[in-house]
């Protein structure tokens, strides 16, 4: 299962959308990683609200896949709840870096946002900043 999941998105079968967010949302944590992964790479901003709704999730796998997906096609509203995972405690070096990878990229889409305009100071100075915009 598990490998036809990773093969979709690998293919970027645009049409297994709403398989995958199920998926993700009710497989095993590893399934569950494989199918975020796959949101990611098909780029469906759609999926940002369901790969948000799992960063809370136990299992460490299925968060750092979601918030790796959250850097493909997130958007600014990704980046406090990231900032707040970035916060948690138990993150090992390769999930802190991930979730910052992520935050990067989301600003670098981000239309007029200059070098460090989000930062990864805290999770409410980023939710103000962005409510002022």
Request: aromatic letters at 2%; a positive charge.
């Amino acid at each position: 299962r598990r490998q036809a999941v990773e093969e979709l998105g690998r293919l970027r079968h645009a049409p297994a959308f709403g398989s995958l967010v199920v998926v993700m949302e009710r497989a095993d944590p590893r399934t569950a990683a494989a199918a975020a992964t796959a949101l990611g790479a098909l780029g469906d901003p759609r999926a940002e609200d369901s790969l948000l709704g799992v960063l809370g999730r136990e299992a460490a796998e299925l968060r750092l896949a979601a918030a790796r997906a959250l850097g493909q096609l997130g958007s600014v509203a990704s980046v406090a709840p990231l900032l707040a995972l970035l916060e948690s405690p138990g993150l090992d070096t390769e999930a802190r870096q991930a979730i910052r990878g992520a935050i990067a990229a989301i600003q670098s889409r981000l239309v007029g946002a200059g070098a460090g305009q989000l930062t990864v100071a805290s999770a409410a100075s980023v939710w103000c900043s962005s409510r002022r915009s």
